[in-house]
């Protein structure tokens, strides 16, 4: 197996047909978003698609290595998914159509604290985790700050289990330091990428698709079923699809959550980034 083929495990192979096919406009697109942004809602839309209409799906997950070398050397029409990572040589890159989901950094700590309580993700089960990092950080001392008690050769799900409310919800806070950062330096004024913010799209996932796939330049045929899918997948149909992944699709469940010592913590670390990101004027919230 070649070393992109492994960079794109999961990935959904061009078929056959792909020589003639035109199911988007050129033959890049790339999508950008984080950890409990509708990652895998995209992914639902898009696998089928990609089987149907004879272009590949390839997921790269955090792996920014294997997207750009995915990007440069690959060929035929493809759709490329990169989450968590900012680190792109974008002057290197073909000619693309992109799209950038963002969302309420404080409802990714609630989404992401109450998924990782029962996930059963590998990364996250495994006791094989860097805590050095994390326990590094100044915040985590609003965890826990007696070091003989700081976690070691336990895997976070466990770690996060033994954890009250609200310090789990430190703990989540203190592991998505890297992915506010990469929010922050997020250029939101780049040609080519098309900004959708979560909050806009739960409940009006419809409008907010065919925005999307008009962007893709997907023909006729491809749009009509990206948005049949759409509507299969919504999340007011939650109870008729997968519950496993999805909690709730409601914005703001920070407000019944975070206590004034997660919000001082919030504030503390993350600064200007609600109002870098137009979720807050201010930081009286």
Known sequence: MSRLSELSAGAVPLSNSDSGDE???GSLLVHFSYHKCLTLYYARLMKPLAAEFGFAYMPFYDDSTGFQQAALRG????????????????DGLPAFRGSHFIRDPR?????????????????CRSPDFDWDYFTALPAFQWVEPDASKWPRNISYQTYL?????ERGLLMEMVSRERTFQQMRRWNFERPGVMEFRYEKIIGNEEAEFERLFDHYGFNADAKARGLELVRTLS??????VDKTH?????????????????????KQSQGNLLIRLGYEPDDAW
């Not at 029409?77 to 974008?90: F, M, S």
């Not at 409802?107 to 990364?123: C, K, N, Q, R």
């Not at 289990?161 to 409310?165: E, M």
């Open 107 to 123: 409802d990714m700590v609630v989404s992401g604290y109450f998924y990782h309580l029962w996930t059963e993700e590998a990364w």
């Open 161 to 165: 289990n033994s954890l009250d409310l």
């Open 23 to 25: 199911s988007f406009a």
């Open 246 to 266: 999805v909690r709730s699709g409601d914005p703001g469940q920070w407000r019944d959550h975070f206590t004034p010592r997660v919000n001082s913590l919030f």
């Open 75 to 90: 060929s035929g029409r493809r759709a490329l998914v990169l989450t968590d990572r900012d680190d792109i040589a974008w």
């Open 235 to 240: 999340l007011k149909n939650l109870d008729k």
